[in-house]
């Protein structure tokens, strides 16, 4: 299981050229005149873990598979593009497919690259996009709204449930908040999601700073990040022009100009983590000479449900995981010595999988 993260922001924010360094290509053209994209880019992106390199190295896998988070760059969003100015409602049904949003904000000068409102203030743009799909999805709500409401009287009661989910959504957008910030019960969790509004969905603001900002950020990041303190959201400082450079650089070559840059990391590593940390996901091992692989599920998923991301003949005749816990399995040097250890475990179908966990699943056909 991967996730999908649409890439969006005005137009001229470094939202393409983020998009060529997540997928290592120049597939997104990066230009300096709004609506560059106008079809979505997708990439396919393996999320790089430092573990899965160290297990493989230990169980002397031949193949190294990790797992998979696909990006989307959207073309760029303006002021009315919930009334369809700059071709909006066609990127708005794009930003609707996503699991989360990657809100890409300019936070650096550059008199060579136009701001389409003619001014760098992150804070702004971001309440502009955060406005333009709060009345795209009051737009959608009325429309639902009036075909439910004949439903209703004929007495569907899901109708019923929607609704009155709907009506709650309307009365948070319609008080200037978007409708992540309602508050939902664990049993209409599942229908809430159904309804597929914009404004539900997690946003990871993405600062793009200039190079030599990279590491600290600068006095725009650092409101972007109260901003998003406020709101319960995330933050990270990227430069994408960075990225896009250490993106076509071999390894080694890209550790040498990180450390000339003073970086520890890519940020795109941090980015890609704020991501995860965002959907709350984590991370399993299989681990064999044949291959070592990652795989991601959502935090508090029991083994049963781990194994069915493998396939679903592994959750629906599942017995028992052979479960290790990374550390262990690193310390000790492997799945063997971990068993002599006493650090193999089996865990039955109530096991909630931990982060990190080295899992081997026993089912029947």
């Not at 924010?13 to 990066?30: D, E, M, P, Y």
């Not at 593009?81 to 989360?100: T, W």
């Not at 804070?123 to 075909?147: F, G, H, P, Q, Y």
Request: glycine share 10%.
């Amino acid at each position: 299981m991967g996730f999908k993260m649409g890439i969006v922001g005005l137009p001229n924010v470094g939202k393409s050229t983020l998009f060529n360094a997540l997928t290592k290509t120049a597939a997104a053209q990066a230009a300096n005149f709004p609506f560059c994209t106008i079809e979505p880019n997708v990439g396919d992106v393996g999320v790089p873990d430092a573990r899965l390199d160290k297990l493989a190295a230990i169980a002397t896998s031949k193949t190294i598979i990790p797992t998979r988070m696909t990006f989307v760059d959207i073309a760029g969003l303006v002021k009315g593009a919930s009334k369809g100015e700059g071709l909006g409602n066609q990127f708005l049904a794009n930003i609707r497919e996503c699991d989360a949003i990657a809100h890409v904000l300019r936070c650096f000068e550059d008199d060579d690259i136009t701001h389409v409102e003619g001014r760098v203030d992150p804070v702004e743009d971001a309440e502009v996009i955060e406005t333009e799909l709060m009345l795209a999805d009051l737009d959608s709500i009325e429309k639902r709204l009036a075909n439910l409401h004949r439903k209703v009287r004929g007495g569907d009661k899901d109708a019923g449930d929607q609704v009155r989910l709907l009506e709650l959504a309307k009365s948070a957008i319609e008080a200037g908040q978007p409708a992540r910030t309602c508050k939902i019960d664990d049993d209409d969790a599942k229908q809430w999601k159904m309804l597929q509004l914009l404004t539900t969905k997690p946003v990871l603001y993405v600062c793009n700073v200039e190079e030599d900002s990279a590491g600290t950020g600068n006095s725009q990041s650092v409101r972007v990040a109260q901003m998003a303190a406020a709101q319960g959201n995330s933050a990270v400082v990227i430069s994408a022009r960075i990225e896009e450079e250490i993106s076509q650089l071999e390894p080694e070559e890209a550790d040498m100009f990180l450390g000339e840059m003073g970086l520890e990391e890519p940020g795109l590593d941090r980015l890609i983590r704020a991501g995860y940390e965002l959907l709350h996901l984590q991370t399993y091992f299989t681990v064999g000479p044949k291959e070592a692989r990652a795989w991601t599920i959502q935090e508090g998923t029991s083994a049963p449900q781990a194994a069915g991301v493998i396939h679903g003949d592994f959750e629906r005749g599942f017995i028992r995981a052979e479960t290790i816990a990374y550390d262990d399995f690193v310390t000790l040097g492997g799945e063997q010595p971990a068993k002599v250890a006493g650090k193999m475990r089996a865990e039955g179908k109530t096991y909630i999988v931990k982060d990190g966990d080295v899992l081997h699943f026993l089912f029947n056909t």
